[in-house]
């Protein structure tokens, strides 16, 4: 894939995990889990929502290298997000599955 | 016999004559009026993109500020802070590059009234200077615009090719003149316009979607599944949630607006304007004030 096309890919995924995150579906079944579960969840929407506005601003030119180099966790990472939010009551795979991606999105661009 | 025939063919010719003229002139101001027409559709197209821009700008805060709020009690205070400042500087840019927007089509709409004047009237000096400041203003402005990102990607990846322009039917030379050197540019620009525009409804789609989410969990959903006895307001506002997620459709119709724009400038160079005029670039400039409207609507229920 070609650095705009694998940065394109980044940012819509964060933009769905966003998005997913703050259904309705998600968060009644979120509910049903213990506290820190839900804590969880709400600092990994933090995260999800700071790493999608930096994606959107970021240079192609700036983090070009790290996005072809990162090219195979990315799309891997995509897929599974992809797969996982097709059901929003699994929230603890959900939960596990956007760690993953944002971890390799986090040696992309610099998270709090 | 001969006189009569004769006389008869000069008044024949003397029809023709006024027949020509008049079609000539007809042809004239028809192309003026397309001009006019043009300049029209640039101005609203500019009215309606400051006002979207602007929605577009506050949707994105209102999405973020959401957010924040909906995380403040799961952060510590150290958190809190840093989240703050690298979210704000975050839409700070964005603001910027909304602002640059806005800017690029205030410049396309002062260069369509100016074309306009010169289809209409002879040309001035004043005129020719005002045409020039303005290509050269958005000479200036096209590189970092192109570059900006929005939505999940960069304006330029939407940029399609340049297609040639060919011209049709500018009797007038200093309207000639001036096609010839800058339609091909300003063709460029529309082309960057309707990129920024389908990279800012792509943002809008997603931000809109999320604040219709939040406000769904919070006055619907939950209390509806959670709370002992549901206020008067309960109905209304799941309502209002409902055919809110409507002008989530209405972002994708405005998008065009800037492509039907760009299609209009081709057809008016070009003279391939048909029997309904710019009536489609219109209608789509409609909606993208129509949108506009929707979301400034104030909301009735708290």
């Not at chain 2, 993109?49 to 994105?60: D, V, Y």
């Not at chain 2, 396309?108 to 002879?122: C, I, K, N, V």
């Not at chain 2, 299609?263 to 003279?271: P, Q």
Request: aromatic fraction near 4%; include cysteine.
């Amino acid at each position: 894939m070609a650095p705009f096309e694998l940065k394109d890919l980044t940012a819509r995924q964060l933009g769905k995990i966003r998005n997913a995150m703050g259904k309705p579906a998600y968060l009644l079944a979120l509910d049903l889990l213990p506290a820190d579960k839900r804590k969880e969840s709400a600092l990994l929407q933090q995260q999800v929502q700071l790493a999608l506005l930096k994606m959107r601003n970021a240079e192609l030119a700036e983090i070009r290298d790290q996005l072809t180099a990162l090219e195979l966790e990315l799309t891997a990472g995509a897929t599974q997000v992809e797969g996982v939010l097709a059901d929003l009551q699994k929230t603890e795979e959900i939960l596990r599955v956007v760690n993953g991606f944002l971890g390799v999105v986090g040696r992309i661009i610099t998270l709090v | 016999m001969m006189t009569e025939y004769i006389k008869h063919n000069k008044q024949m010719r003397r029809y023709l004559i006024l027949l020509l003229l008049f079609s000539v002139t007809s042809c004239v101001s028809t192309r003026v009026n397309q001009f006019a027409g043009f300049a029209e559709a640039g101005r609203q197209y500019t009215r309606a993109m400051e006002s979207l821009t602007t929605e577009a700008g506050g949707l994105a805060i209102d999405a973020d500020s959401e957010l924040l709020l909906k995380g403040r009690d799961q952060l510590s205070q150290e958190e809190r802070g840093k989240m703050y400042i690298e979210r704000s500087d975050a839409l700070r840019e964005l603001l910027v590059t909304l602002q640059g927007i806005r800017k690029h089509s205030r410049l396309l709409e002062r260069y369509f009234t100016a074309l306009g004047a010169l289809a209409g009237s002879d040309p001035t000096a004043a005129l020719s200077s005002e045409l020039n400041s303005v290509v050269n203003s958005l000479a200036a402005l096209h590189p970092a615009l192109e570059k900006a990102s929005m939505g999940n990607a960069r304006v330029s990846d939407y940029m399609g090719a340049a297609v040639p322009l060919v011209l049709s039917g500018i009797k007038q030379q200093a309207l000639e003149q001036e096609l010839r050197r800058n339609a091909p540019v300003i063709e460029r620009e529309l082309e960057l316009q309707t990129a920024l525009l389908k990279a800012l409804s792509q943002q809008m789609t997603e931000d809109l979607e999320l604040l219709l989410d939040i406000k769904d969990y919070s006055g619907v959903t939950r209390p509806f599944v959670e709370a002992p006895s549901l206020g008067d307001t309960w109905k209304a506002k799941r309502k209002e949630v409902l055919t809110g997620y409507l002008s989530v459709d209405a972002v994708e119709k405005a998008a065009s607006a800037a492509e039907s724009l760009q299609r209009g400038f081709r057809d008016l160079v070009e003279r391939r304007i048909g029997i309904g005029g710019f009536a489609p670039v219109f209608s789509d400039i409609h909606a993208m004030l129509d949108l506009v409207e929707m979301l400034r609507t104030p909301k009735t229920t708290p």
